[in-house]
T-cell receptor, first 113, second 113 residues
């Protein structure tokens, strides 16, 4: 079982609210990722980081922002939630070299009303 | 454009039976191919990883094959159990752009008693 944690697991929130999804890993991995996944659909990369103070946007355009101040922590923030942000958000991490298998957290299911 | 196509989209099998899932990809240049298992409401968990030179890899009752010439992979589940009910995702990594991953849409497997 991978040591990567996400909170909250479930979140129901009203339109316009600011939210932060937390992701932490205790494996010392240098690379971290955020994916968005709608029910029954494939994962889409929205943000990634290859180290502290390094963040990049992924393939899928997202209104969210991320920060990487500490190696183990990679929070995702939505300044103003909208119903179109309703989805599952998955955080993952990997270590450079050696195949770079990504280890996923349990996900956060977000519902914006 | 790099793509990963999986078939079938969904599959129902009886407990104890075998099944095979297919994955075709156009990712180039190829680095490696992974199969992940994703239980409902959870993050994906890596089952196998294969590089260009490997054509088969087993993990318990899961056996993955790779034909890098035809760009096809399969995942065979032997003597299925109820706990095998999940989505199985084929993920291909490209050598360029920092081992960028391309995700398939997944095959949803339901094992019935």
């Amino acid at each position: 079982e991978a040591d990567i944690y996400q909170t909250p697991r479930y979140l129901v929130i009203g339109t316009g609210k600011k939210i932060t999804l937390e992701c932490s890993q205790t494996m010392g991995h240098d690379k971290m990722y955020w994916y968005q996944q709608d029910p029954g659909m494939e994962l889409h990369l929205i943000h990634y980081s290859y180290g502290v103070n390094s963040t990049e946007k992924g393939d899928l355009s997202s209104e969210s922002t991320v920060s990487r101040i500490r190696t183990e922590h990679f929070p995702l923030t939505l300044e103003s939630a909208r119903p179109s942000h309703t989805s599952q958000y998955l955080c993952a991490s990997s270590v450079s070299g050696g195949g770079e298998t990504q280890y996923f957290g349990p996900g956060t299911r977000l519902l914006v009303l | 454009k790099n793509q990963v196509e999986q078939s079938p989209q969904s599959l129902i099998i009886l407990e104890g039976k075998n099944c095979t899932l297919q994955c075709n990809y156009t990712v180039s240049p190829f680095s490696n191919l992974r199969w992940y298992k994703q239980d409902t409401g959870r993050g994906p968990v890596s089952l196998t990883i294969m590089t260009f030179s490997e054509n088969t890899k087993s993990n318990g009752r899961y056996t993955a094959t790779l034909d890098a010439d035809t760009k096809q992979s399969s995942l065979h589940i032997t003597a299925s159990q109820l706990s095998d009910s999940a989505s199985y995702i084929c993920v291909v990594s490209a050598k360029a752009a920092g081992n960028k991953l391309t995700f398939g849409g997944g095959t949803r497997v339901l094992v019935k008693p």
